[in-house]
T-cell receptor
Framework: QKEVEQNSGPLSVPEGAIASLNCTYS??????FFWYRQYSGKSPELIMS????GDKEDGRFTAQLNKASQYVSLLIRDSQPSDSATYLC???????????FGSGTRLQVQP | DVKVTQSSRYLVKRTGEKVFLECVQD?????MFWYRQDPGLGLRLIYF???????EKGDIPEGYSVSREKKERFSLILESASTNQTSMYLC????????????FGQGTRLTVV
């Protein structure tokens, strides 16, 4: 079974700092990568998607993909207390319609 | 906006009951999925469907079945509920282009007593 690994955290950062969230995956053929944010008791919502090696920026969020190292990360600049949530890394494996999720990293932004 | 709606936000059922969880999406997506989410285990795929009346087992199908009679509706059935099926159940839908994300419903918190 293909795997997606994340550090469960919690990752604690002060307000205004950069939060760095990391994810590794086992299927070398994976083509699509997603970061979801999930607040406690709520369903996941998409933050970023990335398909090509390199960086992709959207506002305070930057996704980074390195297929050779099978590594994807999410950077959150100027972290706010409202960013406190669990961040789920998801990968669409080769030939599979469903996403495989990591167990999530809990982020705490301290005011 | 894509909308995925699950019929119940919270459910409490007794051991041995047959339980139906309903999910409806309004964006004509081919694919629909049922996941369960447990602390420390992330989201695990139970079943998915890629067309009406078509289904495939996910990673943890035991104790569950599904039904998709119409494109917009996907039901998860617990044939005989057990306490180890107490969990958060999430329905999702997507198109088949290999790139688009999955959109989630609000989740159903099921407690089996």
């Amino acid at each position: 079974q293909k795997e997606v690994e994340q550090n469960s955290g919690p990752l604690s950062v002060p307000e205004g700092a950069i939060a760095s969230l990391n994810c590794t995956y086992s299927d070398r053929g994976s083509q699509s990568f997603f970061w979801y944010r999930q607040y406690s008791g709520k369903s996941p919502e998409l933050i970023m998607s990335i398909y090509s090696n390199g960086d992709k920026e959207d506002g305070r969020f930057t996704a980074q993909l390195n297929k050779a190292s099978q590594y994807v990360s999410l950077l959150i600049r100027d972290s706010q207390p409202s960013d406190s949530a669990t961040y789920l890394c998801a990968v669409r494996d080769t030939g599979r319609r469903a996403l495989t999720f990591g167990s999530g990293t809990r982020l705490q932004v301290q005011p | 906006d894509v909308k995925v709606t699950q019929s119940s936000r919270y459910l409490v059922k007794r051991t041995g009951e047959k339980v139906f969880l309903e999910c409806v999406q309004d964006m004509d997506h081919e694919n629909m999925f049922w996941y369960r989410q447990d602390p420390g285990l992330g989201l695990r795929l139970i079943y998915f469907s890629y067309d009406v009346k078509m289904k495939e087992k996910g990673d943890i199908p035991e104790g569950y079945s599904v039904s998709r009679e119409k494109k917009e509706r996907f039901s998860l059935i617990l044939e005989s509920a057990s306490t180890n099926q107490t969990s958060m159940y999430l329905c999702a839908s997507s198109v088949t282009d290999g790139r688009t994300e999955a959109f989630f419903g609000q989740g159903t918190r099921l407690t089996v007593v």
